[in-house]
Structures are given as structure tokens and as C-alpha cells.
């Protein structure tokens, strides 16, 4: 078995700016990604796995959990922030998937973070084997 954290990566959600029309999803803005904001399981399907296997085959979700528990206890913890709205989302996200020539089972959990227009993976790693 393999534990494995990713990087925190800023994304920034440009639908409600002026400047959107010339800043579509995947663009750069101010050093981040645009994407816009969604929950941690779409996350963890459209950003998480396709950095940390780009070159995977028949990946299967085998299940979901989403962790309010976890999401509730960050918020929490950033209540104690004043002057920021920050919300939380978490989920367990379990796939089995082939990557060169082996088949893998993989948990992954992420804690995604949101402050006003900026999406961040705060947590998320990935424990795989074969």
C-alpha cells in the first residue's frame, strides 16, 4: 500500500466577474486555473485523478461517501478566521482503474476549500496497491 498527498492547487471561479468572457474554464487567471466551483466528488474525478494518473485506463468508480463530518470540522476551524466566508466540502471516492499493465485500487479523499471566488484542494491524498 501507498499513501500520497498532492499539492494544493488554487483555481479561481470566474462566472460572476466582468472579465469572464475572456477568461473561459482552463484559462490562466492571475496564476490560477479557471475552473468553476463544484463539490469535492466532481473534484476528485475531473482534477484529482487525471493530475495524479494521467495515463490510467478503465478507471471504475467502486464508491462514494460524502464526509460532511470532516467538512464540518475544517469549517470550524476556519470560523476562527474572521473577516473570510470560507465553505468545506469532503468526500471518499473509491475507483479501481489499469495503469501500466497493472490493476489498482485506489481511496482518495479530498477536503475541498471555498473562499468567495477561489476553489482549493486543501487536503487530498490518494492510498493505492495493487
Not at 462566472?15 to 475552473?35: C, H, L
Not at 494521467?54 to 462514494?64: A, E, L, R, V, W
Request: net charge positive; hydrophobic share 45%.
Amino acid at each position: 500500500m501507498q499513501i500520497r498527498w498532492l499539492p494544493d492547487y488554487l483555481f479561481f471561479d470566474m462566472r460572476n466577474s466582468p472579465a469572464a468572457a475572456f477568461f473561459p474554464e482552463g484559462a490562466n487567471y492571475s496564476g490560477m486555473q479557471v475552473k468553476n466551483k463544484t463539490n469535492a466528488f466532481n473534484f476528485t474525478m475531473q482534477v484529482v485523478i487525471p493530475f495524479a494518473h494521467p495515463n490510467i485506463s478503465n478507471i471504475q468508480k467502486t464508491g462514494y461517501k460524502a464526509l460532511s463530518g470532516l467538512a464540518k470540522a475544517n469549517a470550524v476551524q476556519a470560523a476562527k478566521t474572521p473577516m473570510l466566508s470560507m465553505t468545506y466540502d469532503a468526500a471518499q471516492v473509491n475507483v479501481e482503474y489499469t495503469e501500466n499493465g497493472k490493476q489498482y485500487e485506489e481511496i482518495i479523499i479530498t477536503i475541498l476549500k471555498i473562499i468567495l471566488f477561489i476553489l482549493s484542494n486543501q487536503i487530498c491524498f490518494l492510498t493505492f496497491g495493487c
